[in-house]
C-alpha cells in the first residue's frame, strides 16, 4: 500500500507563489505517474499537472506557464511549484500515484487559498 503525505499548501494573496510537495512511501511497485489534481467548493476534481518517472510532463491550459511540476526519483517526492496565483486556483490540491501495475493512490489533499 502507497502512502502519499502532501505539505505546502496555505493562503497566499494573488500574484503570489506557493510550492506543494507529495512524498510517496510503501509499496512493492515502482511508481510511474505522479501528478497533482484539484477540487474547488462545487467542482469535479481536475488535472492540474502530471510527471512521469521520465520527466515527461503535461499541464492544464489553466496553469501552463504559471505551475511547474518536478520530481525527486530517488526521494519519490512531485512537487508542484505555483506561480502568479489567481483566486480561481483555490482548492484543494490533491496528489495521485500510479505505479507500473496501474495501481492508483491518492493523497489527502491540502488547501490553497488566494485572495484577491
Known amino acids: 500500500q502507497v502512502q502519499l503525505v502532501e505539505s505546502g499548501g496555505g493562503l497566499v494573496q494573488a500574484g503570489g507563489s506557493l510550492r506543494l510537495s507529495c512524498a510517496a512511501s510503501?509499496?512493492?511497485?515502482?511508481?510511474?505517474?505522479m501528478g497533482w489534481y484539484r477540487q474547488a467548493p462545487g467542482k469535479q476534481r481536475e488535472l492540474v499537472a502530471t510527471?512521469?518517472?521520465?520527466?515527461?510532463?503535461n499541464y492544464a491550459d489553466t496553469v501552463k506557464g504559471r505551475f511547474t511540476i518536478s520530481r525527486d526519483n530517488a526521494k519519490n517526492t512531485v512537487y508542484l511549484q505555483m506561480a502568479s496565483l489567481k483566486p480561481e486556483d483555490t482548492a484543494v490540491y490533491y496528489c495521485?500515484?500510479?505505479?507500473?501495475?496501474?495501481?492508483?493512490?491518492w493523497g489527502q489533499g491540502t488547501q490553497v487559498t488566494v485572495s484577491s
Open positions: 510503501g509499496g512493492f511497485f515502482t511508481i510511474n505517474l
Open positions: 495521485r500515484a500510479t505505479n507500473v501495475v496501474y495501481e492508483l493512490y
Open positions: 510527471i512521469t518517472s521520465a520527466g515527461s510532463t
